[in-house]
């Protein structure tokens, strides 16, 4: 039995979500199908972030268990033939057993896109959110330093959240500006339910003049959900990367033991 770790790709538009359902087509079922035809076994995988539906990823991490002698690094070939075309495997390889795509993450990186023009974007219209309303980048590059650090983001999380504990570390945030394009990257060590969407909200109110530009730091006082903005469409955001320590790589037959 191997361990394969794979990152995938896709386009969220026309998926509930990644989580397998019952009431609509997931990617996970979609994965889980070819891998099976791939593998002739009932496989299940594992991923780092149940996205929502709508919502894209660019490196979406993956893990599942297999008996199967296809190479590791052979998955991209054999399951990108099976796949529809929103969805894409681009790397495959063996893990140890004790590996595990979502509790042994070091981190992620999302993106958020926006399109602050009149008029809406035919091309872009699956993959950016349109803002028809003048945004002020330099009000909401002033409120961005407020989410870097470690905080308690409770009034970051959007109701039916699970986590423990609501503390979260940021650890960069960046907005940038291309034409009538904006994109916000946030990179942390865990995020909560919705919170990339309820950041990218906030500042697109923030941006508007709708929201003063203390609003992060006002949230963590009260760790009220309504002290900030709206949650923001998904289709705008991106799992982009996902995070694994070294560690996490090494088989236990290379793990060198030293006596006295």
Not at 90 to 118: C, D, L
Not at 126 to 140: F, K
Not at 153 to 160: E, L, P, S, V, Y
Request: include cysteine; charge should be neutral.
């Amino acid at each position: 039995m191997k361990r394969i770790l794979l990152t995938v790709e896709y386009d969220g538009t026309n998926y509930a979500g990644w989580q397998r359902q019952i009431n609509g087509l997931a990617v996970q079922q979609v994965l889980e199908e070819a891998l099976c035809k791939a593998t002739k076994e009932r496989i299940v995988v594992t991923g780092a972030s149940r996205t929502d539906a709508g919502v894209h990823a660019l490196g979406q991490a993956v893990h599942f268990d297999t008996e199967s002698r296809i190479p590791p690094e052979k998955y991209p070939f054999v399951l990108n033939t099976m796949l529809p075309r929103d969805i894409r495997v681009h790397s495959g390889r063996e893990v140890p057993p004790e590996f595990h795509a979502r509790f042994m993450t070091g981190g992620k990186r999302y993106t958020y896109r926006i399109i602050n023009s009149r008029h809406a974007s035919a091309l872009r219209r699956n993959s950016h959110v349109h803002v028809p309303v003048p945004l002020d980048m330099a009000l909401m590059q002033t409120a961005l330093p407020q989410l870097l650090g470690t905080h308690d983001f409770a009034a970051f999380q959007a109701a039916g959240g699970t986590a423990k504990t609501t503390v979260r570390t940021i650890r960069s945030a960046t907005l940038e500006q291309h034409g009538d394009e904006i994109i916000l990257t946030i990179e942390g060590d865990a995020f909560l339910y919705n919170m990339v969407r309820i950041i990218a909200g906030t500042l697109i109110e923030i941006g508007q003049g709708r929201r003063g530009v203390n609003a992060f730091s006002e949230a963590y006082e009260t760790l009220d959900r309504l002290s900030l903005g709206l949650t923001a469409p998904p289709h705008g955001l991106e799992l982009t990367h996902v995070y694994y320590p070294e560690e996490a790589f090494v088989f236990p037959e290379q793990v060198k033991w030293h006596t006295d």
